[in-house]
């Protein structure tokens, strides 16, 4: 493989995965049961296991299904694996996996406090 091939293989492999992320409109949208990954702000905690996420198309529920254990704040960036689940009450996401994203300055702010 040449290089040109090989920056073309590397482009489409991040275009892809950027391009996968959903937004709150979006996720609405999708049917019950649908596959989803979203980025946004955690806009409210409501307990270890339930939190709000905005972005800037809305908000939405998050239960967190797996056993992973994740400690959140509001105001905290985190990107969400996970499935629609749709039922009277409204849409959110059942979360297979929680990544806090965090810039190098909050990583080195967390471990000074920790």
């Given at each position: 493989m040449n290089n040109s091939v090989k920056v073309v293989a590397v482009a489409a492999t991040v275009f892809l995965s950027a391009s996968a992320l959903a937004e709150v409109r979006d996720v609405?949208?999708?049917?019950?049961?649908?596959?989803?990954s979203i980025t946004g702000t955690v806009d409210k905690v409501q307990n270890e296991?339930?939190?709000v996420l905005r972005d800037s198309t809305g908000t939405i529920g998050v239960d967190i299904e797996s056993e992973q254990s994740v400690v959140l704040k509001q105001g905290d960036n985190v990107t969400i694996n996970g499935i629609i689940d749709k039922d009277l009450l409204g849409t959110d996401i059942d979360a297979s996996k929680v990544v806090v994203n965090k810039n190098v300055a909050q990583a080195l702010g967390d471990a000074i406090e920790g």
């Open positions: 609405k949208a999708m049917k019950n049961g649908a596959h989803v296991r339930e939190f």
